[in-house]
């Protein structure tokens, strides 16, 4: 089973270039499976329906969330609507959405630290427990643990290493170079990267960004445009016991 996972996809600039490498990648790599993070595909930050529906038209099988997965209030409905996307599986009751997703043999598990991210949120580690034991046996399961703390993301890694196919780390839109198969046969990576601008401050205009960073002052931070990356990982796992032979860093430039 081959695998593409998508850093966090910022903004219009993102969005696009995930639109034009999607079908390149999928034909060239012989992808079964494409999971892309999209929560900051609608002007930076939250997702839409319609932006949503404009990476499904692409070909990618699953989109996951983060914090900002109910920033537009249009998407609630759609969260419970569509399989295909997900939010972070331990935010409070009664929010709408699911949290884990299957699409043939690939389950995915969406889910959100604790460490700097604000918000009540759930623990991590006992929300995947209950999620793996929905999802049962027989199945790939990619982990997608959005997280500001590397130190969370490797613990999850550590903690799931042998139970699941991969972990892999999203939400601070900076690719890490720690890719690697653990003990068990679990692929990790701390974070995959984004999918935005190249000359940018993590996908947001760079004046703007500076601006707060001089100031301290309120600032609006507008994702930025231009030639875009496109940070991801590919991943590869043995059809019988569905845990990982490879993980490899897949980022491609966009003009």
């Known amino acids: 089973?081959?695998?593409?996972?998508?850093?966090?996809?910022?903004?219009?600039?993102?969005?696009?270039?995930?639109?034009?490498?999607?079908?390149?990648?999928?034909?060239?790599?012989?992808?079964?499976?494409?999971?892309?993070?999209?929560?900051?595909?609608?002007?930076?930050?939250?997702?839409?329906?319609?932006?949503?529906?404009?990476?499904?038209?692409?070909?990618?099988?699953?989109?996951?969330?983060?914090?900002?997965?109910?920033?537009?209030?249009?998407?609630?409905?759609?969260?419970?609507?569509?399989?295909?996307?997900?939010?972070?599986?331990?935010?409070?009751?009664?929010?709408?959405?699911?949290?884990t997703t299957t699409l043939g043999e690939l389950a995915v598990i969406n889910v959100i630290g604790r460490t700097f991210m604000g918000g009540d949120y759930g623990d991590p580690f006992r929300a995947v427990d209950d999620a793996l034991a929905d999802v049962g046996p027989g199945h790939f399961v990619l982990v997608d643990v959005h997280c500001e703390a590397t130190s969370e993301k490797q613990a999850m890694g550590w903690y799931l290493d042998g139970r699941v196919t991969a972990v892999v780390g999203t939400h601070t839109h900076v690719p890490t170079a720690d890719q690697r198969l653990l003990p068990r046969g679990t692929a990790f990576c701390s974070d995959a990267g984004m999918c935005g601008a190249r000359d940018s401050i993590i996908g947001d205009e760079v004046e703007a960004v500076l601006r707060r960073f001089l100031t301290q002052m309120p600032t609006r931070l507008p994702a930025a445009r231009g030639p875009a990356?496109?940070?991801?990982?590919?991943i590869e796992a043995d059809p019988e016991t569905r845990l990982a032979i490879s993980i490899e860093?897949?980022?491609?430039?966009?003009h």
């Open 1 to 99: 089973m081959r695998l593409l996972f998508l850093g966090d996809v910022v903004g219009s600039c993102g969005r696009d270039a995930v639109v034009e490498t999607v079908p390149v990648l999928r034909r060239d790599l012989a992808l079964d499976y494409i999971v892309v993070n999209g929560e900051n595909i609608a002007g930076g930050r939250g997702i839409t329906p319609a932006t949503a529906d404009d990476l499904f038209r692409a070909g990618v099988d699953v989109i996951t969330g983060g914090n900002h997965s109910f920033q537009h209030r249009e998407v609630y409905d759609y969260l419970d609507e569509t399989p295909g996307i997900l939010r972070p599986i331990n935010y409070p009751a009664g929010v709408p959405g699911h949290g």
């Open 229 to 234: 990356v496109v940070n991801g990982l590919l």
């Open 249 to 254: 860093r897949c980022d491609r430039s966009v």
